[in-house]
């Protein structure tokens, strides 16, 4: 008969009782339990003595008060219950830190409970570890969170949803944020007159904004997405940006709209990689013509519910300024029903490819005889359509 031992190998496929897992070095278990919500991470002190302490070292914790919530609705019992478990939770989960360094702290809040009143002391105990990453989430419109007024040096990426922002909070980038690189604000509302910083390589704003006006010289990547009409934007001295997307609308005239994009087109001249969406016609005027940058840099342009009724004069404008062009997508553009030729002005030499995406077929034809025109200019060039 076989040794006891070596039947127990033989049914536990030769690892019967090893814990591998817990083998780990602390770095990969801190790792794993990263990318895990903050409820689970706590969740894993009860495996054995190795886990009992790794959650109070975590780099990067995600608290989700939906992780509490057994009903939506806000004024049941069961949810005063979950909203106090909710809050000793984060309480217990910051307070209890061995003191470590908190890599990234991530908080979503809903306007259902009432953890958004708490949210201003639990982004404070996060900054004091250190904090490098800051992700704020509010499910809906929010002017109860309060962010610190030190946001602290640490920094370098801040990510904010749904929260009124004032004066005080665009100083604490500006003064205080001496490495932030990264900056998202996504429908906030935001109550200031302008927002500076030299350290800012991406912005990313989707929501009425005041006048981002100060230089910005390590910017590299820009986002705009404004559809407000109590802001208006400007965007200066931004040498190093490399990537723009912008769409702005608002319900002003159409006159005031059109200087605006103007002036926002104006200031993205250094781009390599330009995308415009809902910009109007006529924004470059035959009347009293305006400088129009040139876009030496530009290879990749992309227009998205553009008006190009204007028999292609804001398309032929961006050809006849950026003669490095390699990549142009027209996607669901308006298009004149009518056109009256290139006028031969058009020159490039390094067009390789366009892509014309488009739901209706009206000025269609149109459209790709003005593109033929260029193409002639540039056999090697691709053409292609596709019908959504």
């Known amino acids: 008969m076989e040794p006891s031992s070596k039947r127990t ?10 814990d591998r897992l817990s083998a780990l070095p602390d770095d990969l278990l801190h790792a794993i339990l990263s990318s895990l919500k903050a409820r689970q991470v706590v969740q894993t002190s009860v495996l054995s003595r190795r886990w009992r302490s790794l959650w109070r070292s975590v780099p990067c914790l995600d608290v989700d008060e939906d992780d509490f919530r057994v009903n939506p609705e806000p004024l049941t019992s069961q949810n005063q219950k979950d909203l106090g478990k909710f809050e000793d939770f984060v309480n217990s989960l910051l307070l209890r830190r061995d003191g470590s360094v908190l890599d990234t702290f991530r ?12 949210a201003g002391t639990w982004i404070r105990r996060a900054l004091a570890c250190s904090l490098r990453a800051l992700h704020v989430h509010c499910d809906a419109f929010d002017d109860v969170v309060h962010m610190p007024l030190d ?8 990510h904010l949803s749904n929260l009124s922002l004032d004066a005080r909070f665009a100083e604490s980038v500006s003064s205080v944020c001496v490495v932030l690189e990264d900056l998202e ?8 007159d302008n927002i500076t910083s030299t350290s800012l390589r991406n912005l990313c704003i989707e929501t009425g904004t005041p006048d981002y006006d100060r230089p910005a010289p390590r910017l590299t990547s820009l986002r705009l997405l404004i559809q407000d009409q109590f802001f208006q934007v400007s965007v200066n001295e ?8 912008i769409s702005y609308w608002s319900p002003d005239e159409e006159a005031a709209i059109q200087e605006t994009q103007r002036k926002l087109v104006s200031n993205v001249g250094n781009v390599t990689t330009l995308e415009l969406t809902d910009f109007l016609q006529m924004m470059v005027p035959d009347v009293e013509p305006v400088e129009f940058p040139a876009f030496r840099n530009l290879r990749n342009l992309v ?17 006849q300024k950026s003669p490095n062009l390699e990549e142009l997508t027209i996607r669901c553009c308006w298009l004149p029903e009518g056109f009256a030729g290139d006028q031969g002005t058009t020159k490039l030499k390094k067009l390789k490819y366009i892509e014309i995406i488009y739901k209706y077929h009206q000025g269609i034809r149109e459209l790709v005889c003005f593109l033929l025109e260029i193409s002639d200019r540039v056999p090697k060039n691709t053409i292609t359509l596709t019908k959504v």
């Not at 979503?108 to 708490?118: I, P, Q």
């Not at 604000?185 to 200031?192: E, P, S, Y």
């Open 9 to 18: 190998r033989g049914r536990g496929g030769g690892s019967s009782g090893v």
């Open 238 to 245: 931004m040498p190093s940006l490399v990537k723009a997307s």
């Open 107 to 118: 908080l979503c809040v809903y306007e259902s409970f009432a953890g958004h009143a708490h």
């Open 303 to 319: 227009l998205v519910g553009c008006d190009l009724r204007d028999d292609f004069q804001l398309l032929r404008h961006f050809l």
């Open 151 to 158: 946001l602290g040096p640490s920094l370098t990426r801040l």
């Open 185 to 192: 604000l996504i429908g906030c509302g935001l109550c200031f």
